[in-house]
């Protein structure tokens, strides 16, 4: 995705404002990231310059798990929602 899009991106379960970490640019492309809900801590992976912003139950734990782990991400597996572990705790 470009950079030029990310002012218009809301977190979509509560319309709140979204932190960034970009892991892979090109240019003014982003190619792997991982968006932050600031409110309900939600996470938003870009993978492949595709932000994966689907609400909860349109989501495969199991189809972003091996990114976000080879990003170094730390995932609750057991939860039903997507959300990040920070040093074992929820953020
Ligand atoms: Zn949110």
Redesign the pocket.
């Known amino acids: 995705m470009k950079t030029s899009l990310l002012h218009k991106l809301?977190?979509?379960?509560?319309?709140?404002d979204?932190d960034l970490k970009i892991i892979r640019q090109e240019g003014d492309t982003i190619l792997e990231g991982i968006f932050t809900?600031?409110?309900?801590?939600?996470y938003y992976p870009i993978i492949y310059g595709i932000p994966i912003m689907s609400p909860d139950e349109y989501r495969e734990k199991s189809l972003e798990h091996p990114v976000l782990h080879r990003w170094g991400l730390q995932i609750d597996n057991d939860s039903q929602t997507f959300k990040l572990l920070a040093a074992g705790q929820e953020i």
């Open positions: 809301a977190c979509p379960f509560d319309k709140n979204l809900c600031t409110h309900c801590k939600r």
